[in-house]
């Protein structure tokens, strides 16, 4: 997706022949999401991540139109009908996104359906309905960000990174009670997808703020902050979000990038 935005169809080549020869190995078109270069086979778990999987098709969707790529726009398809087959599901009458292919619903998960907050990409899931039209698209997306408003756990009032929604929302067994590196991304997703939820948007930013405008992973049960996150590619998470909110300009220095790690560097990308 970066490489897509950077306008390099070199890169994005070069990133889609590793993801099509190393990931993309299941049988149901969906991408395996652990490859450690450390062990052999270097795919360490096979199923799959449905984040990934629906950036994997939105990138392959928006460069095969831009770039006038069949084999982008056919694989982007496919794997959107893959998503929409084994990902997609209704519980309760809410349409979920299931975090993997195995392991997050009845009767295996006895706590399940578990969903993970973060991994609704709301500017990615019109493009899928484009690609593969189907009302359920639409019902996702809604139930994605209803969900978001409801959840609200501890002082803090904030998600899970894991929820089970056996009955009533709860952080899911097995898992950290916390708003973690996971839910950080969720007010970026968002705002990218021109969702202007003030009071949503405001409540996850004053939740995960403890310094200024220095986010932090937090403790659901006690609002405590676990880990400081002063690397700008999460402070601007936060920035973004006072953009959207009250209209402040983003500042100087989160506009500069400085190469760091890989999950904040791409937050800020």
């Known amino acids: 997706l970066l490489a897509y935005l950077a306008n390099s169809p070199a890169d994005f080549e070069q990133i889609w022949y ?12 969906l991408a395996v999401w652990k490859w450690d270069p450390a062990v052999i086979p270097h795919v360490a778990d096979t199923n799959n991540a449905s984040d990934g999987d629906l950036l994997i098709a939105y990138a392959l969707a928006l460069a095969g139109s831009a770039w006038n790529n069949r084999d982008y726009l056919q694989t982007a398809a496919s794997m959107a009908r893959s998503i929409l087959a084994h990902l997609v599901i209704t519980s309760a009458g809410t349409t979920l996104l299931i975090p993997g292919a195995e392991g997050y619903r009845p009767p295996g998960r006895k706590d399940g359906p578990v969903i993970n907050p973060s991994y609704w990409v709301f500017e990615a899931i019109p493009v899928m309905a484009l690609l593969v039209p189907s009302d359920r698209w639409k019902k996702l997306s809604n139930d994605g960000l209803a969900l978001l408003r409801s959840l609200q756990f501890g002082p803090r009032r904030l998600p899970a990174d894991w929820v089970s929604l056996k009955a009533k929302p709860e952080p899911a067994d097995g898992f950290e009670a916390e708003f973690g590196y996971n839910s950080v991304r969720i007010p970026l997703y968002l ?29 659901l049960a006690t609002g405590k902050p676990k880990d400081l996150l002063p690397d700008v590619g999460y402070r601007i998470v936060n920035d973004v979000v006072a953009c959207v909110v009250s209209g402040t300009k983003l500042p100087a220095s989160v ?15």
């Open 18 to 29: 590793f993801t099509r020869t190393e990931l993309l190995l299941r049988d149901d078109g």
């Open 191 to 219: 705002a990218r997808a021109g969702i202007d939820d003030k009071a949503l948007l405001s409540r996850l930013q004053q939740g995960m703020t403890v310094t200024e405008d220095e986010p932090a992973t937090i403790d």
């Open 255 to 269: 506009r500069r990038f400085t190469p760091s790690l890989y999950y904040p560097a791409t937050l800020q990308l």
